[in-house]
């Protein structure tokens, strides 16, 4: 079992900045994956950034050169740094986790971000 918490979502100005945490309930480094997807309304939920527990990451087109996801091992948390946002990028965001074992899959509860001015 693992659990995700995340945090850090909020209302932003287009072109602003915010940081999003997801805090594994246990080492982030055993874990297969770790990502951020995101689900506007009516639309399906789509991948945003992904990293393996190599540390190799992944970037949907829409984001790349302006999100960042990174991972702090200490603190079992894995986060989107997201810049010069755009009114587009409003969506609830999940943290997502996959085990080794079982290939099991975990998502957190959304945190809400949304962009408009």
Known sequence: QVQLVESGGGL?????????????????FSLKTMAWYRQA??????LVADVTSGGNTNYA??????????????????????????PEDTAVYYC???TWVQRSEYWGQGTQVTVSS
């Not at 999003?20 to 982030?28: D, G, K, N, P, V």
């Not at 309304?41 to 789509?46: A, F, M, S, T, V």
């Open 61 to 86: 087109d829409s984001v790349k050169g302006r999100f960042t996801i990174s991972r702090d091992g200490a603190k079992n948390t894995v986060y989107l740094q997201m810049s010069s946002l755009k």
């Open 41 to 46: 309304p009516g639309k399906q939920r789509e």
């Open 96 to 98: 997502y986790a996959m």
């Open 12 to 28: 932003v100005q287009p072109g602003g900045s915010l940081r999003l945490s997801c805090t594994a309930s246990r080492s982030i």
